[in-house]
DNA sequence: CCTATTATATACCGACCGTTATGGAACAGG
DNA sequence: CCTGTTCCATAACGGTCGGTATATAATAGG
């Protein structure tokens, strides 16, 4: 009671050392679910791409689920990063934009796998899903409100038109980012989809 | 070989008779893969929604895959129908918000369940369903193209300003859908849905 | 009535699912 | 060395998956 244990901060680790990385492992489990869905990535095909056991795994994340969510996580933090810098454009076009090449980058590119690992886990329904897909639609509507409310300053700033719904700009926007990842999904080549972003931009409301 | 048998139209069933019907039963299972999609949907959820065994359902539609295929004539015929009417509409803008407005009663109705079953489908990637996949690409692509032809009817109408690619602005107009079914099933609201298409109705070029 | 044919009902198949119990291997502190 | 703790590897658990073998019921034609 009295050692003053002063919270060791890379604490003693005290059993048999574990002979894989976590964050690494739990980039390859991303890998797999980003590729085949929540339902369709099986523990078969995540310890194999992890390269651990199952007992590791569970030890390690718990269970597939809370795999999930920590995958969920990195994939938010690494991938859709650029959300945040998009919404620090100067203006409203260009936050557009931003957004949207983004989406071509990170679902169209040719390391990751193809489509939105949020899309394709929110739309396979197995029912003990259902809180995967929570947490997806969750998560969406959160960046969406700051998308409207970064559309709100610009229809102060006299970026877009007064006239045009900051809302509904929000929910076209984010229609345009779904479409895009998609048919990123089924297969539509990077030059088709910079083709959909450039007619899109030219559809986009001038001041 | 001289009995002249001239096809007998209703031909003379044989064996015991079916007890079901097997149109109805068709439209039970369709509910079903859209539902849960592909791979969501257990054979038990097929058989129990369709009030009928397995056996009976491999001896009817072969098995399940041949089964979604069928069902998915079905939605395609039933559900998509309103995609040929869009295209006979009098100017581009009106042939976009049939499109519009038709996914909007379609997918985001309260009678059939949310969401577009081909997209649910085509992103369920199980090893198996890859077929699954394919069908729908090929589906959606065979439709895009009518769509760009008649977009490029449209300039040569003057209906849309010259500068328009007509094939963009399809890949845009079909993202617009893809966004609608995507929020539709993932709960969003009538009125949130109708916001999206009237935005972008004015965003829609003017010729 | 008998046979042939087709549909139904039950029970079952092997394969895979997510998860866990079991036993041994590698470390730290005593 | 011994003990306690943590991790790895194997094998197994009950359950569900898509698909079927078997036996029985219902019809048509002879």
Redesign the interface.
């Known amino acids: 009671m009295e050692q003053d244990v002063i919270a060791t901060p890379a604490s003693a680790p005290k059993g048999r050392p574990r002979e894989f990385c976590v964050d690494q492992a739990l980039a390859e489990a991303l890998h797999v679910f980003w590729?085949?869905?929540y339902?369709?990535a099986s523990m078969t095909d995540l310890t194999e791409a992890m390269g651990i056991t199952k007992p590791s795994l569970y030890a390690a994340f718990g269970n597939k689920e809370a795999l999930f969510h920590k995958a969920l996580d990195l994939y938010e933090q690494e991938k859709l990063e650029y959300g945040r810098a998009a919404l620090e454009q100067p203006t409203a076009r260009k936050v557009a934009e931003y957004y949207l090449r983004g989406a071509i980058d990170v679902h169209g590119g040719t390391d990751d796998p193809k489509?939105c690992m949020g899309?394709?886990s929110?739309?396979?329904?197995?029912p003990e899903a259902e809180s995967i897909k929570a947490d997806v639609?969750r998560r969406?509507a959160s960046s969406q409100r700051l998308l409207v409310e970064r559309f709100e300053r610009a229809k102060a700033e006299g970026d877009i038109p007064a006239?045009?719904?900051a809302?509904?700009?929000t929910?076209?926007l984010?229609?345009?980012?779904?479409?895009?990842t998609?048919?990123a999904?089924?297969?539509a080549t990077h030059a088709?989809?910079e083709?959909?972003v450039?007619?899109?931009m030219?559809?986009?409301?001038s001041p």
């Open positions: 590729a085949k869905g339902d369709g489509g899309l394709i929110s739309l396979a329904c197995s639609v969406r006239h045009v719904d809302e509904g700009l929910s076209v984010y229609a345009l980012l779904q479409g895009i998609v048919q999904g089924a297969g088709e989809l083709r959909l450039d007619t899109s030219t559809l986009w409301p």
